[in-house]
């Protein structure tokens, strides 16, 4: 199984007047353009995928329905799971019991995908990592049923997959 651990695209800032609900806010315009490349960025080094799953708060629907246009798959799936203080047990827990697909997308927040990542690496020893606003990380296990054990193949920053798109 391949998880690419995605955190959504640029976003209005956070206390924004108009965005006074933090899950309304949606992405920029910079943001959207910007991702519109990271997929194609992705595309172009043969990334494919199953399934997209995203936390249903606007700036992560919108970076989730983006990745969903270039890769032309028809339907995003939304989980509470993948709010930005979500639960990652309660995330692989929905994942195993809902889906079967052999490479997944999850489109989310941070703190919550860096503990996500923690988990499934190294046991939720605390990984200190930093994954940008469209940035891009690439698990694999071969189970998340019985393990909560998966392997660092990658982890790409926004600008490195804007480059590739443009190649």
Known sequence: MNLYIIRHAIAVDEGTPEYEDDSQRPLTDKGKKKMRLIAKGLRSIGVEFDLIISSPY???????????????KKEVVFSENLVPMGDPDLLIAEMNEKYSANSIVLVGHEPFLTALISLLISENAGVDMTIKKGGVCRLSADDLHH???????????????VEMSEK
């Open 147 to 161: 393990t909560r054990k998966a392997t660092l193949e990658w982890l790409l920053t926004p600008g490195i997959l």
């Open 58 to 72: 606007v700036r992560a629907s919108e970076t989730a329905e983006i990745l969903a246009e270039v890769f032309k």
